[in-house]
Nanobody
């Protein structure tokens, strides 16, 4: 059983930055990669970014490209999401998830297995 715990969310003004962390635990943790998703009130959960666990390949949603950076520390079983130039439309609950598909471009929610509980990010205008 894999457990994922996110942290780092909060309230920030537009143009500000936040760094989210996601720590994984469990004896069987060996994902193809990790991903970040977000869900705003009344909307479906949407893909934000993903990184492969082996190598440094990353892929981003167009809405965050150039502003967000996903990274990892495999020695700590941790993935990060650095969010810069935040906009009010970035307001959502952010979730990390372990990828169970071998393709970098597999970004549907069904391509991810274990999920964290989420961390709230609120960007004020």
């Amino acid at each position: 059983q894999v457990q994922l715990v996110e942290s780092g969310g909060g309230l920030v003004q537009a143009g500000g930055s936040l760094r989210l962390s996601c720590v994984a635990s469990g004896r069987t943790f060996s994902p193809y990669g990790m991903g970040w998703f977000r869900q705003a009130p009344g909307k479906e959960r949407e893909f934000v970014a993903t990184i492969m666990w082996s190598g440094d390949s990353t892929y981003y949603a167009d809405s965050v490209k150039g502003r967000f950076t996903i990274s990892k520390d495999t020695t700590k079983n941790t993935v990060y999401l650095q969010m810069n130039s935040l906009k009010p439309e970035d307001t959502a609950v952010y979730y990390c998830a372990a990828k169970v598909h071998s393709s970098l471009y597999a970004i549907d929610v069904r391509d991810f297995g274990s999920w964290g509980q989420g961390t709230q990010v609120t960007v004020s205008s």
